[in-house]
């Protein structure tokens, strides 16, 4: 622009070319601003934000194993003490089974209950030892479906031992027999039993034949 030019200027146009510089200017300035605002949120949605979801997402998961892990210890915490209150009657009821020792006795046990009674043991015979678990010792007293299932040693609360047996002598001294056998301290039960009369026999002797179950100790017979 010249001097010429200059001089024939007027304020108006003075005032309207000054506007229209600081325009640009502004428009520029604007233009940055939202630049480096477009530029930052793709940085953050690109970048920074998958990185603070994968952290949120490993609190909330370390929140929810401490959770877990705090309730599993309450749990255990429970189980202890329910162990710790039922081992005094588990050791109490314990001294009712028999050890192997008594078991490999039992024919001459049962020989001397019998002869004490006036009666004769012609047959006794111990079958294979079965394994019952300490849940099923527990829930004994409770309905429960029957399932078949393994028993590792270490779950293994008692043995049950079957006896097969005949026997014969006077019926009285066959009453005295199983009182005698239910006052030794021991648990046997008798499953089943078929008494008979012996035939042609004037004095009355009967003839019996049955099962009887013995509780052996778990650690004598695992």
């Known amino acids: 622009m010249d001097l010429n030019e200059l001089k024939n200027l007027n304020m108006d146009d003075l005032k309207a070319k000054v506007l229209a510089f600081a325009d640009k200017k502004t ?13 930052f949120l793709i940085i953050y949605y690109s970048i920074l934000n998958p990185i603070v979801n994968a952290k949120k997402a490993k609190i909330s998961d370390m929140n929810l194993k401490e959770q877990e ?31 192997k020792a008594e078991v490999e006795g039992l024919y001459q046990t049962l020989s001397q209950f019998a002869g004490e009674n006036g009666l004769v043991i012609s047959k006794i015979q111990k079958g294979k030892p079965a394994a019952v678990s ?6 004994s007293g409770k309905k429960k479906k029957k399932t078949k299932e393994k028993t590792s040693k270490k779950n293994v609360a008692y043995y049950k031992i079957p006896v097969t047996f005949e026997i014969s002598g006077n019926f009285i001294g066959y009453i005295k027999f199983k009182r005698a056998i239910s006052l030794s301290n021991k648990m046997l039960n008798f499953d089943k039993e078929t008494i008979k009369v012996v035939k042609g026999n004037t004095t009355g002797t009967i003839k019996v034949n049955g099962t009887l179950t013995i509780v052996g100790l778990a650690d004598d017979f695992s």
């Open 27 to 39: 428009l520029i300035k604007i233009g940055v601003s939202l630049g480096s605002i477009i530029f």
């Open 69 to 99: 892990t705090a309730k599993f210890n309450k749990d255990i915490k429970s189980k202890k003490r329910k162990i710790k209150k039922l081992t005094p009657e588990y050791e109490k009821y314990s001294t009712l089974f028999h050890s």
């Open 134 to 139: 300490k849940a099923a010792a527990l829930a």
